[in-house]
């Protein structure tokens, strides 16, 4: 299983992007889904958001106010909105979620996408 996550591309400072996860195959859902980024010349991946349950999600500081992550009903498809996009939000964006068959089993544990570049320019 694997997930494919789409949407980065090149903006201005001030812009917006919108990122997808999806899990490849069907009739598979996503459970505490989280984004996370590296930035160019590092070597770690860094929380950016996280649905952790229905009721609790978490944003890191540098991002609160600006990015929103959340899950279409059905579930298989999270995404992360990202508003006022500044420079230092330049970073390759993965996403990692536990995948899960409709009937709840997991078929999937800690499954990560291929990473998508988002560049803001100044």
């Known amino acids: 299983v694997q997930l494919q996550a789409s949407g980065g591309g090149m903006v201005q400072a001030g812009g917006s992007l919108r990122l997808s996860c999806a899990a490849s195959g069907s009739a598979l859902s996503l459970k505490a889904v989280g984004w996370y980024r590296k930035v160019p010349g590092t070597a770690e991946r860094v929380m950016v958001a996280?649905?952790?349950?229905?009721?609790?999600?978490h944003y890191a500081d540098s991002v609160k106010g600006r990015f929103t992550i959340s899950r279409d009903s059905a579930k298989n498809t999270a995404y992360l909105q990202m508003d006022s996009l500044k420079p230092e939000d330049t970073a390759v964006y993965y996403c990692?979620?536990?995948?899960?068959?409709?009937?709840?089993?997991?078929?999937?544990?800690?499954?990560w996408g291929q990473g998508t570049l988002v560049t803001v320019s100044s």
């Open positions: 990692n979620a536990d995948v899960t068959q409709s009937d709840g089993t997991v078929v999937a544990w800690d499954a």
């Open positions: 996280a649905i952790i349950s229905d009721r609790v999600i």
